[in-house]
C-alpha cells in the first residue's frame, strides 16, 4: 500500500471552534488553605476564535459557564488580593462536562500563575460513559484499504460490536448488547438515521469522509434525559480558526505491489484504490473589504474514492450443441423426453423447429460459449470463466461558516454532501447480464444552521434546525434496456424502464445453468428529516438545570419494483427430463408476473421533550437527574393508500375512500384511525437518573451509577409495509400432473 499526504502552512487544522451539542466547564476556586472565593471572575476563552465568556464565582466558589464549542480553552481567574490564575491548552470535547478548579495564590492581581496542559479528560460530573474518537485517532488508527471511514475506530471502542447491518448497507452498530436500532446518530447535533430502518445509513455521515470529521463522541451508557436513546454517536465537524490551515491527503492500494498468498498459486484479481481529499479552514479575509478575524471563519473539505478491482467468477453455461437443442452428449445419462407426446427425442436432440423464438433470442443475447473444462458428473458445471470487475467512485463535500454576530451570540452554518456514493456490480454473463448484478447510487444531505445566544452569564440558549436526506436508488446493472426477445404478456407500451429489462429465467435440476437476472428488485427511495431542535441550559446555585425540544417532520418517497415485474419463469427436470430442455421448448413449470404498487409517499411526525437538573450534593457528589418524553405520529400516507388486515372479519382494511370502490372495509368500521390505520402510544415516559461520585480529591477516580428508561421509535418499515395491499398483485402459475399448461 502506498500512502502520500502533504500539509501546507506547516499546521494541522485547529479544532473545531463551532457544535451543535455544547459542553460545559465548571470548578471551584479556593484561597491557599482551601476555602472558597466568592465573587471571582472566571473568564473562559477559545484559543482557535478568541470568543470569551465571563461570569463570577457564586458563594459557593463555584462556576459553571455552558454553551462552549469544541476546542482548545483558556481559563483565567481574578481576584482581589489574589494573583491572577491562567490555565491554557485545555481541550473540550462535544457535550463533555470538565472540571477546570482554581487554587488562587495571595498576591498583587497583576501577578500572574500560568499552567498550561490539559487537566485529566476524566468526567467528574456525570454518570454517562463515553468515548472520544479525535481527528488523530481517525489518521494513527490503522486502516482498511477501502478508506477511512467512521467503523474503524467505531468498533475499536469497548462495548461495541458489529450487528445485523444498515437497512441499505454498511454495518449495523451493537453498543452493550442493545438493539443495533437503539442508536441516535448525529452530525453536528441533527440526526442522520435511515427512517426507514430506525439504524444509520449507508453513508453514516453524509459530507466528506473522516479528513473532515473533529471527532467522533461514542456515549456508550446512562444517557441525560437529553439524548433520545441508549446510545448517541455524535460526528462534531471541523470549522475554521484565526490561523489559516490545510491538508492534502492521498491513499493508493494497488494489487501489483502485492505478493500472492503462500498458498495461492496465482495472485488475487487486479486492485486498484484512490483514497483522496482536501481540507482549507481559517478566518474569512477579503484584502482592502473585509478581515474575519476573531469574528468569521470558514472550513471547506471534499475528498474521494475510486476503487477498481476485479469480479473474478465461475459459473455454468450452456454448449454450443446445447443451445442448438442437440443433447446426445448426455444419451445414457438423461433421455429429453417431449413433453407434447411422452415420447424421447431420436437421439436426444430436439427439431430446430420447436426451439421457441423467445429462447434463441435470449440464449444469443445472454450466455457465451463454455472458457473452461467443466466440472462435474456431466462436465458442465462451471465452465465458464468471467471478471466483469467492480468499481465504485464516491465523492463528499463539507462547507461551513462560522460568525460571531456580538459577545453573546453566535451562529454557524455547515453543509455536508454525499455527492455521489455508487456501485457498479457486472454479472459473469454477456453484457454483464447474471445474478448478483447492481447498479447504485447513495446520495446523502445534511444541512444545520445553529445559534447559541447568551441571555445573561448562567442562562444560555442553542437552537438548531436542520435537514437530512438519505437517498438509495439500486437495480440490475441491465435497467431500463429494451431487448426485443419477442415474450408475450409484459406490457411496456409506456416505456418505464424498470418493465423494460430482461425478466428472470431461473434454472434447478441436474444442470443449473446461471439464470438471467435474481436481483431482487429496484429501489428508488428518498428520505428527509427535517428537525428543529432548541435547548436551554440554566445554572443556579447548586442545579444546573436543562430543558428543550426536538421536533421532526419524516418523509419517505419509496418506489420498488417486485422482481417479478418483468416476468419471471422457473425451469426444472419436469415435463422433457431436463431444465435447459424445457427452456428452448418454451415450457417454464412456474411462470410468475407482478404488479408493481403505486409509489409510497409517507409522512410522519415525532416530537421530544425532556427536563434535566445536575444537582452538585457537594464538592464531591453530583446527582444527574432528569425526565422525558416522546411521541411520534402513526405514519400515513399522502395520498391514502395503507391497508391492513382486520383477523376479526378476515378483511383487508384500508381509507374510507378505497373501501367504497372495493370489496374490503373502511377503517372506521374495523375500529382504526382513518389515515394511518395504527393507534400511537402516547404512554413515553422516559425518566433518568444518575449518580456520579468523586471519592478522592485527586480526581483520578469516578464512580458511577445509572438507572434509564428509552423508547423506540416506529421505523418507515411498518409504514412501508402498509403500502402494497389491493393495489400490489402477483399472479402465478404452476404445472401440475407433469402436463406442459404454460409456455412463451
Avoid at 473589504?289 to 474514492?305: C, E, V
Avoid at 467512485?393 to 455547515?414: E, H, M, P, Y
Avoid at 428518498?526 to 444546573?544: A, C, T
Avoid at 428452448?584 to 409522512?603: D, K, M, Q, V
Amino acid at each position: 500500500m502506498l500512502f502520500a499526504a502533504l500539509a501546507f502552512l506547516a499546521a494541522p487544522p485547529d479544532p473545531a471552534q463551532g457544535q451543535v451539542i455544547q459542553s460545559t466547564i465548571l470548578g471551584t476556586v479556593t484561597d491557599p488553605s482551601g476555602g472558597v472565593i466568592a465573587g471571582a471572575t472566571v473568564t473562559v476563552k477559545n484559543e482557535g476564535t478568541s470568543f470569551e465568556r465571563t461570569m463570577v464565582t457564586d458563594e459557593s466558589g463555584d462556576y459553571r459557564i455552558a454553551g462552549l464549542e469544541v476546542g482548545s480553552y483558556q481559563v483565567s481567574v481574578t481576584a482581589q488580593g489574589f494573583k491572577t490564575f491562567i490555565r491554557s491548552k485545555i481541550s473540550l470535547d462535544s457535550s463533555q462536562i470538565k472540571r477546570v478548579d482554581a487554587n488562587l495564590e495571595v498576591g498583587d492581581a497583576t501577578s500572574t500563575v500560568t499552567v498550561v496542559g490539559d487537566v485529566g479528560r476524566l468526567e467528574t460530573e456525570t454518570a454517562s460513559l463515553s468515548n472520544v474518537k479525535s481527528s488523530q485517532d481517525f489518521v494513527q488508527l490503522p486502516q482498511s484499504i477501502y478508506g477511512r471511514g467512521w467503523p474503524n475506530v467505531v468498533f475499536v471502542t469497548a462495548g461495541v460490536q458489529s450487528g445485523d447491518g444498515a437497512t441499505n448497507g454498511c454495518c449495523g452498530v451493537v453498543i452493550n448488547g442493545a438493539r443495533d436500532t437503539a442508536n441516535n446518530f448525529t452530525s453536528d447535533g441533527i440526526t442522520v438515521n435511515d427512517v426507514v430502518g430506525g439504524r444509520q445509513t449507508a453513508n453514516g455521515f453524509p459530507g466528506g469522509d473522516v479528513e473532515s470529521y473533529q471527532e467522533l463522541k461514542i456515549m456508550t451508557a446512562n444517557n441525560s434525559a437529553e439524548y433520545p436513546q441508549v446510545a448517541q454517536l455524535s460526528m462534531i465537524g471541523k470549522s475554521g480558526s484565526n490561523d489559516l490551515h490545510g491538508s492534502f491527503y492521498w491513499g493508493n492500494f494497488n494489487s501489483k505491489f502485492n505478493a500472492r498468498a503462500w498458498n495461492d498459486p496465482t495472485k488475487p484479481s487486479f486492485e486498484n484504490h484512490n483514497m483522496f481529499a482536501v481540507n482549507n479552514g481559517g478566518p474569512v479575509y477579503i484584502p482592502g473589504l473585509y478581515d474575519g478575524h476573531d469574528k468569521t471563519f470558514y472550513f471547506f473539505h471534499y475528498s474521494g474514492a475510486r476503487y477498481r478491482t476485479g469480479n473474478r467468477a465461475r459459473t455454468s453455461v450452456p454448449t454450443p450443441a446445447f443451445r442448438q437443442g442437440d443433447f446426445s452428449a448426455l444419451l445414457g445419462k438423461i433421455t429429453i423426453v417431449d413433453p407434447l407426446t411422452g415420447v424421447p427425442f431420436p437421439d436426444n436432440k430436439i427439431p430446430p423447429s420447436r426451439i421457441s423464438s423467445v429462447s434463441k433470442a435470449v440464449q444469443d443475447l445472454v450466455y457465451p460459449d463454455p472458457n473452461l473444462t467443466g466440472l462435474g458428473d456431466f462436465g458442465l458445471t462451471e465452465n465458464y470463466y468471467a471478471d466483469p470487475g467492480y468499481q465504485f467512485d464516491a465523492d463528499g463535500l463539507t462547507a461551513r461558516v462560522d460568525q460571531k454576530i456580538s459577545d453573546k451570540n453566535t451562529v454557524f452554518v455547515r453543509v455536508g454532501l454525499t455527492i455521489h456514493n455508487h456501485d457498479v456490480v457486472k454479472g459473469a454473463l454477456k453484457d454483464g447480464y447474471g445474478s448478483n448484478q447492481l447498479l447504485g447510487n447513495v446520495p446523502g444531505r445534511a444541512v444545520v444552521v445553529s445559534d447559541t445566544h447568551t441571555i445573561n452569564p448562567t442562562l444560555v440558549n442553542e437552537a438548531k434546525l436542520g435537514f437530512s436526506r438519505n437517498a438509495y436508488f439500486d437495480t440490475d446493472y441491465n435497467f431500463g434496456k429494451q431487448p426485443q426477445i419477442g415474450i408475450q404478456g409484459i406490457d411496456n407500451s409506456a416505456g418505464d424502464p424498470a418493465v423494460g429489462g430482461l425478466p428472470n429465467f431461473n434454472f434447478s435440476g441436474a444442470i443449473p445453468f446461471e439464470s438471467t437476472d435474481t436481483w431482487l428488485n429496484s429501489i428508488a427511495q428518498v428520505q428527509n428529516n427535517y428537525e428543529l431542535v432548541d435547548n436551554l441550559s440554566w445554572y443556579r446555585s447548586r442545579h444546573n438545570f436543562k430543558m428543550g425540544a426536538d421536533i421532526r417532520r419524516y418523509q419517505i418517497n419509496d418506489e420498488n419494483n417486485p422482481t417479478s415485474l418483468r416476468g419471471a419463469y422457473n425451469f426444472d427436470d419436469q415435463l422433457s427430463g431436463l431444465a435447459y430442455a424445457n427452456f428452448l421448448l418454451g415450457l417454464p413449470t412456474y411462470a410468475e408476473r407482478s404488479i408493481a404498487r403505486p409509489n409510497a409517499y409517507l409522512r410522519g411526525t415525532q416530537l421530544g421533550f425532556y427536563l434535566q437538573d445536575d444537582f452538585k450534593v457537594n464538592q464531591r457528589i453530583t446527582l444527574n437527574y432528569g425526565l422525558r418524553y416522546e411521541y411520534q405520529t402513526p405514519w400515513v400516507d399522502k395520498f391514502d393508500r395503507l391497508f391492513t388486515f382486520d383477523p376479526k372479519t378476515g378483511s383487508l382494511v384500508t381509507v374510507p375512500a378505497v373501501a367504497a370502490t372495493l370489496p374490503i372495509i373502511p377503517a372506521s368500521q374495523a375500529g382504526l384511525p382513518t389515515r394511518s390505520l395504527m393507534e400511537s402510544d402516547g404512554n413515553n415516559w422516559s425518566p433518568r437518573l444518575g449518580l456520579a461520585i468523586r471519592p478522592f480529591a485527586n480526581a483520578t477516580t469516578v464512580i458511577r451509577l445509572g438507572y434509564g428508561v428509552y423508547s423506540q421509535m416506529w421505523p418507515g418499515l411498518l409504514g412501508l409495509g402498509a403500502t402494497g395491499g389491493p393495489w400490489q398483485s402477483t399472479e402465478s402459475f404452476v404445472v401440475e400432473g407433469n402436463k406442459p399448461s404454460i409456455s412463451f
